[in-house]
């Protein structure tokens, strides 16, 4: 199973809006409306901000909004804060019962 | 509240095996799934496996099939993960992760383990 691809890197200033996107096939992202994200600080575990392609848990900023079309999903962040900087990974359910993470993006607030 | 506790960094020689526990708190251990994640200096995350302790059932990322082993203690409510035939590629930070079952994402994760593959 290949790792869903991600952009490497993307950056924005700060109260700007970025989208980070996250494309599978179709076999586990076009198939499944299983798609989560997790942002991880330098050192620290992965924390959960998406889930279910567009649901957010209690406790995390409605800053954070997820989207599905087809074989890609994508996370937007919007009013970007110093805070938002970090790497952010995408996950999809597949078609083996098995999961899949994304390549990882790191976001740079300029 | 929901916490998972790993076991602390270890040090193992190539051809060896480790073995992680995972132990979690503040909810019914049997109720909820466990995953286990990798992540390797520098790189990003992959998944292993998922065991469903209520069950004792186990899938395995294809990669890793015949080399892991995901099990359950029930009288210490406690899970572990045990990678064998080690090799310097397995240098990483392990994650245990819970999912509520059925809900196909994960919601705690635990501190992580670091373990070290070096002769």
């Known amino acids: 199973q290949s790792a869903l691809t991600q952009p490497a890197s993307v950056s924005g200033s700060p109260g700007q809006s970025i989208t980070i996107s996250c494309t599978g096939t179709?076999?586990?992202?076009?198939?499944?409306?299983?798609v989560s994200w997790y942002q991880q600080h330098p050192g620290k575990a992965p924390k959960l901000m998406i889930y279910?392609?567009?649901k957010r848990p209690s406790g995390v900023s409605i800053r954070f909004s997820g989207s599905k079309s087809d074989n890609t999903a994508s996370l937007t962040i919007s009013g970007l804060q110093a805070e938002d900087e970090a790497d952010y990974y995408c996950?999809?359910?597949?078609?083996?019962?098995?999961?899949?993470f994304g390549t990882g993006t790191k976001v740079t607030v300029l | 509240q929901v916490q998972l506790v790993q076991s602390g960094a270890e040090v193992n020689k190539p051809g060896a095996s480790v073995k992680v526990s995972c132990k979690p708190s503040?909810?019914?251990?049997?109720?909820?799934?466990i995953h286990w994640m990798r992540q390797a200096p520098g790189q990003g995350l992959e998944w292993m496996g998922i065991?469903?302790?209520?069950?004792?059932?186990?899938t395995y990322a294809q990669r890793f099939q015949g080399r892991v082993a995901m099990t359950k203690d029930t009288s210490t409510s406690t899970v572990y993960m045990e990678l064998s035939s080690l090799t310097s590629e397995d240098t990483a930070v392990y994650y245990c992760?819970?999912?509520?079952?059925?809900?196909?994402?994960?919601?705690?994760w635990g501190q992580g383990t670091l373990v070290t593959v070096s002769s």
């Open positions: 992760a819970r999912e509520v079952p059925e809900t196909y994402h994960f919601d705690y």
């Open positions: 279910d392609v567009n």
């Open positions: 503040g909810y019914s251990f049997i109720s909820y799934y």
């Open positions: 065991i469903k302790p209520n069950g004792d059932i186990t």
């Open positions: 996950n999809s359910f597949t078609r083996r019962y098995t999961y899949v």
């Open positions: 179709s076999s586990d992202v076009g198939t499944y409306n299983y």
